[in-house]
Nanobody, 128 residues
Framework: EMQLVESGGGSVQPGGSLRLSCVAS????????MGWFRQAPGKEREAVAG?????????IYADSVKGRFTISQGNHGNTLYLEMTNLNPEDTAMYYC????????????????????WGQGTQVTVSS
């Protein structure tokens, strides 16, 4: 059974940066569907970024984070990162990584229903 553990959250001022990590234990494969989601208090969970299973496909980002966030994988494929820059208070949320053995396309990578495995989350707070 795959398990995911996020880290790297914290409190930063507007304009600051954070790097989130998600380490997967158990069997992982380079063709896994992988993504980051977030949920702010009182709001629904929303997609942030995802890596489609196709090795040639580019990462997909929510419009709200394009140009500020970067999703990437570690060299061994079991770690997923989210580099966040120019953070603003609207980015305050619990951030979750998600992963699934079933491949996903660009059309599905930002859909929560594409994922069976989720981490416990790491809190990101942006305030002055």
């Amino acid at each position: 059974e795959m398990q995911l553990v996020e880290s790297g959250g914290g409190s930063v001022q507007p304009g600051g940066s954070l790097r989130l990590s998600c380490v997967a234990s158990g069997d992982t494969f380079t063709n896994d569907c992988m993504g980051w989601f977030r949920q702010a208090p009182g709001k629904e969970r929303e997609a942030v970024a995802g890596v489609p299973s196709s090795g040639s496909a580019s990462a997909i980002y929510a419009d709200s984070v394009k140009g500020r966030f970067t999703i990437s994988q570690g060299n061994h494929g079991n770690t997923l990162y989210l580099e966040m820059t120019n953070l603003n208070p609207e980015d305050t949320a619990m951030y979750y990584c998600a992963r699934d053995y079933d491949p996903c396309s660009e059309s599905w990578v930002l859909r929560a229903t594409s994922y069976k495995h989720w981490g416990q989350g790491t809190q990101v707070t942006v305030s002055s």
